[in-house]
Each structure stands twice: as structure tokens, then as C-alpha cells.
């Protein structure tokens, strides 16, 4: 069953987020203080509206605790008012975007449950992704240890997936992807093919080799 979703702010970031969120079948309410955006994507979401997210009385009247999860996607600037507002009027959960590491702290203790850093995590995303060449996805799970999509080169081609990780019990093959095929927690014995890629997971200093 989907969720119920209010998402403040229809900029690039807040538009993106309710329209997948809509498309993955959840009721999603979108509210930004242009009456453009607003009419922009009347067709695209459950409900859009015109508001002022600093306006306590507006915010209240959209009645925050009746959803599951609110977003708020507007400028930093107006973000730690928006969030402190939604956290008195009892919102469940609140998701917020912030432009550096003191923003989100604010933001946390004004009443964020998650706090996102879109431009450096795209940033890093994007910097990852070309240091390991031939990695077409990255997620940093510690200091240490990530899980990466990454392309097989050619000199893995014609070996056994068990021998790629030989020696490497920090490191595994989690899944090989093959063409339209996904093979999960891939035999050892299994051969590597031209153009196959494989989500790993362990160190990253273990992807590189592979990359070659």
C-alpha cells in the first residue's frame, strides 16, 4: 500500500522526488509558493497547491501529521523554519535537504528524522565513479567498505568469478549482471563474460584490480 507523501518545495530537487515518488504508486501533495510550479505539475501529482512553507498557520492547515512522510526541499534559507513548523504540528517523519554539515545539524535537532546533502553526495557519487573507471554505480557504506556497480574488464574475461575474490575475505560478489540478466550470489565456478558487470561489496581499494 503506498505511502502518503507531502513534498514542500517544487524546484529541480522537490519536483524529481515527488514525480518518482507518484510514478512508485504512493499518493503524493506537492506545495511550492510559485503559482507556476504549482500549475506546472497539477497534472502530475495527487494534489498540488500554493503556499508559503514559512507561514505557520498555512503549514498547520495541511494538517503534517496526517502523513507518513513530509519533504521539505526549499531553500536552506527557509528549510530550519519549514522543519521546526512541521515538528510542532506532529509530522511523522521529515526528510530535508541542507547546503552544508551545519545546516543539517540545525536541521536535525529543529526535528529532521533524515537530513540529505544533494550537492555533495552527487559530487562524491560523480568523483567515485571516475576514480574506479568503468564504475557505473557507488554507495559508501563505511569509512572503509562500499558496494559498487562496477564493469568487468578485460582481464577478468575468461576467469571463474571464485577466483576474482581469491584471498580477498573482506570482498564479494554479490550479484553478476549479464545482458538483461541479473544473476545473484553467482556461483564461484561461473564464467566471466565481455561486457559483464558485478555489484561488489568490500573495501575500495580491492575494486580497482578488477576494473583493469
Known sequence: MGQQILVIGLGTFGSIVASELSGLGHEVMGCDRDPRVVADHAERLTQVFEMDATDEDAVRAVGPADFDV???AIDPSASILTTMILERSGAKTILARAASE???EILRRVGAGRVVYTDHQVATW??????LAGALDFIRLTADVAAVHLRLGSATVGRRVGDLAEGATDSRIVALHRGNQVVINPAPDTIVEA?????????EARFRALAQ
Open 70 to 72: 513530509v519533504v521539505v
Open 195 to 203: 561486457g559483464d558487470s558485478a555489484l561488489i561489496v568490500g573495501p
Open 102 to 104: 551545519l545546516d543539517g
Open 126 to 131: 560523480v568523483a567515485h565513479t571516475i576514480d
